[in-house]
T-cell receptor, first 116, second 115 residues
Framework: AQKVTQAQTEISVVEKEDVTLDCVYETRDTTYYLFWYKQPPSGELVFLIRRNSFDEQNEISGRYSWNFQKSTSSFNFTITASQVVDSAVYFCALSRMDTGRRALTFGSGTRLQVQP | ETGVTQSPTHLIKTRGQQVTLRCSSQSGHNTVSWYQQALGQGPQFIFQYYREEENGRGNFPPRFSGLQFPNYSSELNVNALELDDSALYLC??????????????FGPGTRLTVL
């Protein structure tokens, strides 16, 4: 069985602060994908990043960075110099790597509020 | 490139009724997945369709059923609606093939309210 835990239900920061969203996962698979999605108030899930389990390099994309640590089963997401437009619910998700069995298992989400 | 579209946007039904939700996949995608997102929770996988056949199912009862058409669009049908079926229903499309990554692109969702 797969499980994703996002222990932070809600985080509130002031604009320009850095913020890290935590994600811990459980899986018996040796190969898998990890994802982050953003859900703004409009409701549509926006894909942010996909990592596969054999690539533990950290990744940076503009103000976003991701820290994948297989040893602790964590895939944390950091927003540097947060902006009001970053306010949304963020979901971490996990899927198997087998073709045709790639249902996403989502965490419960972290609501990020960035105050001006 | 056209993204994932869903219809209707909102829907209100009463307990015991049946509902059909529709999804058009992103151009070039051959797989459609459906998710249920209750208020304040993460999306839960309902099922996935690949080449017009169900190709994986989550922990949902048989009254949740679906179809995928030759053009890869899809329908989600829910019979005998219950109050707990009130949720945002999300459709996601992806390209399933060996070696392909699994970015699933989501539509805007259908908000179903059961009274």
């Amino acid at each position: 069985a797969q499980k994703v835990t996002q222990a932070q239900t809600e985080i509130s920061v002031v604009e320009k602060e850095d913020v890290t969203l935590d994600c811990v996962y459980e899986t018996r698979d040796t190969t898998y994908y990890l994802f982050w999605y953003k859900q703004p108030p409009s409701g549509e899930l926006v894909f942010l990043i996909r990592r596969n389990s054999f690539d533990e390099q950290n990744e940076i994309s503009g103000r976003y960075s991701w820290n994948f640590q297989k040893s602790t089963s964590s895939f944390n997401f950091t927003i540097t110099a947060s902006q009001v437009v970053d306010s949304a619910v963020y979901f971490c998700a996990l899927s198997r790597m087998d073709t045709g069995r790639r249902a996403l298992t989502f965490g419960s989400g972290t609501r990020l509020q960035v105050q001006p | 490139e056209t993204g994932v579209t869903q219809s209707p946007t909102h829907l209100i039904k009463t307990r015991g009724q049946q509902v059909t939700l529709r999804c058009s996949s992103q151009s070039g995608h051959n797989t459609v997945s459906w998710y249920q997102q209750a208020l304040g929770q993460g999306p839960q996988f309902i099922f996935q369709y690949y080449r017009e056949e169900e190709n994986g199912r989550g922990n949902f009862p048989p009254r949740f059923s679906g179809l995928q058409f030759p053009n890869y669009s899809s329908e989600l049908n829910v019979n005998a609606l219950e109050l707990d079926d009130s949720a945002l229903y999300l459709c996601a499309s992806s390209l399933a093939m060996t070696g392909a990554h699994n970015e699933q692109f989501f539509g805007p969702g259908t908000r179903l309210t059961v009274l």
